[in-house]
């Protein structure tokens, strides 16, 4: 165990002397978990194979799961890439910097560990102003998963980060909350076709009103035997309760919602109940449920931006078992939908 250093670095005024002792702790190998727009980050140079070890230990990350590599601008895609196609400069000048990490040919230089063995490298310019000047001042490609323990939800808070990780890593920055929530967008480039491995804040439309619609493609399996891109293989994103998905018409689905409080009650159980604020029933309160509100459902934002912040919660509270109302799944609302998959280990119930 060591000790964590805590600083806060105000986005709109950013403390240069801080942020250059994060960077120098970075290049001499340490572990830095720093703020993105999509979650927090655990970061290290990728040219030290050590560091970059290091992230899955203090992780408990499987080795065979690629890191996405942060840089703080597009032409450094050139460092790590073999090649990048017109359609990659296209990307980068239409959503970088922003939530979107690009798949491509990598070059011999970009370490094993970091692409776990793959012929391939994931690479992101994230936009958050303390992560771009953090990446610039170490002046080196950073690899960075979510910076919490694998399999937990990421972290949206450096309170996230702080419950996982402290006494693990040199460094944590509190930059307060993050803003899109769900993780980044990850798109294949090696082949034909856009497609996407994991959605996120980029989505299928907007991808699709740049390229067209039959330029994109998303995956027919959100599980694989080797994963290309993070989130693809394990089970992820997990409350420490076990959570159900529900799908179905509202009103069903409320009337099941219903039903479940009741029963818990009588049976002396907690339950948490993830879901939109039309889905709020006054008689939650009376059976003891703790609801938590994805905001409104025709602003599926707002799911993205609470989730993981509302799976935490769950835990706080200390629920027997979750139930979860999955989004529309149309924009980002894809991404919710993927992210509370995962964390109900790939399984989907229809209410009818």
Request: net charge neutral; proline share 9%; charged share 20%.
């Amino acid at each position: 165990m060591i000790k964590t250093e805590i600083i806060t670095v105000d986005p709109e005024a950013i403390d240069q002397a801080a942020l250059a002792r994060a960077a120098a702790i970075l290049r001499q190998g340490g572990l830095v978990a720093f703020p993105t727009e999509t979650v927090y980050g655990l970061g290290a140079v990728i040219y030290n194979r050590d560091s970059v070890k290091n992230i899955f230990t203090v992780k408990g990350r499987p080795g065979d799961n690629p890191l996405i590599v942060h840089i703080y601008q597009w032409e450094q895609m050139t460092e790590l890439a073999r090649e990048v196609p017109e359609t990659a400069k296209i990307l980068a000048q239409r959503f970088w910097p922003g939530p979107l990490t690009m798949i491509l040919p990598k070059k011999a230089e970009v370490p094993a560990e970091v692409s776990a063995g793959l012929p391939t490298v994931a690479i992101r310019l994230p936009a958050h102003p303390v992560a771009k000047e953090l990446l610039r001042l170490t002046g080196q490609p950073v690899a960075a998963p979510s910076a919490n323990s694998s399999g937990r939800p990421s972290p949206t808070r450096s309170s996230h980060v702080i419950a996982d990780l402290d006494g693990k890593v040199e460094l944590i920055i509190d930059a307060g909350p993050t803003g899109v929530g769900v993780e980044s967008t990850v798109l294949d480039l090696t082949g034909p076709k856009l497609r996407i491995l994991r959605p996120g804040g980029v989505t299928r439309e907007m991808l699709a009103a740049v390229f067209g619609p039959e330029m994109v493609e998303a995956p027919s399996q959100i599980n694989c035997v080797r994963p290309l891109a993070p989130g693809m293989k394990y089970r992820h994103y997990a409350p420490q309760a076990p959570l159900r998905l529900l799908t179905g018409e509202p009103e069903p689905v409320r009337g099941f919602l219903q039903k479940a409080a009741g029963e818990a009650r009588s049976a002396g159980k907690q339950i948490g109940i993830i879901a939109y604020d039309e889905d709020r029933n006054p008689a939650f309160t009376a059976t003891g449920v703790n609801f938590f509100s994805l905001g409104q459902r025709r602003n599926p934002t707002e799911g993205a931006e609470r989730l993981f912040h509302l799976l935490r919660l769950c835990d706080q509270a200390g629920v027997d078992e979750i139930y979860a109302v999955a989004p529309p799944r149309q924009g980002v609302g894809e991404a919710v939908f993927n992210r509370l998959y995962k964390a109900a280990g790939g399984k989907v119930e229809e209410i009818k």
